[in-house]
């Protein structure tokens, strides 16, 4: 893989997994605290999956265009891998939510979640020579913060609505 390759995935990739997790998982515990719903939830993801997936590759590409400094590749390389990356860490959070009771699929997905972004998170602070573990600690407690967010404001949506 070429720099420009290289460069391009690290953009988009990284973007696209931090946001399909983040976004994923607190759509789906929303729609779930608020709803209990099964169909509402899959909806919910595939939803994401598509509107999300092109939005976030168009911000990323607005993003690096903007930097004035790239080539032409370099941008729609950037946009290519952050719409791919984001589809399919979203869509990988289908099967557990179709397959498992609800609640199961909807609890292995926090898990699956929280091991997509410690993954991704050690691979970052090793490569950056970083302490992994610190990093790990500081992204799951981000995640945490929106799981917990997403949960009560399904719950008062329910509540209310």
């Known amino acids: 893989m070429g720099t420009d390759n ?29 709803t209990l719903s099964r169909s509402v939830v899959i909806g919910g993801i595939l939803t994401i ?7 976030d590759a168009l911000g990323i590409h607005l993003s ?8 032409t590749r370099v941008i729609w390389l950037s946009t290519i891998y952050t719409f791919l990356s984001k589809l399919f860490v979203t869509l990988s959070f289908l099967p557990l939510v179709i397959f498992l ?12 979640g929280f091991f997509l972004i410690s993954v991704y998170s050690f691979a970052i602070a090793k490569r950056q020579n970083n302490n992994p573990i610190k990093a790990i600690l500081e992204h799951s407690l981000i995640m945490t913060f929106v799981i917990i967010a997403t949960f009560y404001t399904g719950k008062l949506i329910s509540h209310f609505f």
């Open 101 to 112: 009771k609800l609640d199961l699929g909807i609890f292995g997905n926090i898990i699956w």
């Open 64 to 71: 690096v265009e903007s930097e004035g400094n790239q080539t």
């Open 49 to 55: 999956a598509i509107a999300d997936s092109f939005s």
């Open 6 to 34: 290289n460069n391009s995935f690290k953009v988009g990739f990284g973007f696209g997994i931090a946001s399909g997790v983040i976004t994923t998982l607190g759509l789906m515990i929303g729609l779930y605290s608020s």
